[in-house]
């Protein structure tokens, strides 16, 4: 099995960068998709991103398409969110997570379920 650890949340203005990092340890890191989830208080964990073993492909929600970018280093053993033009409603619990798969091209997990390993979050707060 493989342990995440997420770092880089934090409080930001609006408009305002972060970039999240996942630290992976435990089997080989390339056996595995990555994605980001998020979680704000009262509602339900939701998609934000997810990239392939090899890092070839990655897939967004909508509410992030275009601010958001998400990148792997097998040799470093970690994935990165760079967050860009951050709005308050991005503010939320920030998950990495890793499934064991190698999707069919054009195909990727967007539900939680999916996804079988998960840090422990790291939170991210934009202020208006």
């Known amino acids: 099995q493989v342990q995440l650890v997420e770092s880089g949340g934090g409080l930001v203005q609006a408009g305002g960068s972060l970039r999240l990092s996942c630290a992976a340890s435990g089997r080989t890191f390339s056996s595995y998709a990555m994605a980001w989830f998020r979680q704000a208080p009262g509602k339900e964990r939701e998609f934000v991103a997810a990239?392939?073993?090899?890092?070839?492909?990655?897939y967004y929600a909508d509410s992030v398409k275009g601010r958001f970018t998400m990148s792997r280093d097998n040799a470093k053993n970690t994935a990165w969110l760079q967050m860009n033009s951050l709005k308050p409603e991005d503010t939320a619990n920030y998950y990495c997570a890793a499934a064991e798969v190698v999707w069919k091209s054009g195909t990727y997990y967007h539900t939680a379920g999916e996804y079988e390993y998960w840090g422990q979050g790291t939170q991210v707060t934009v202020s208006s």
């Open positions: 990239i392939t073993w090899s890092g070839a492909r990655a």
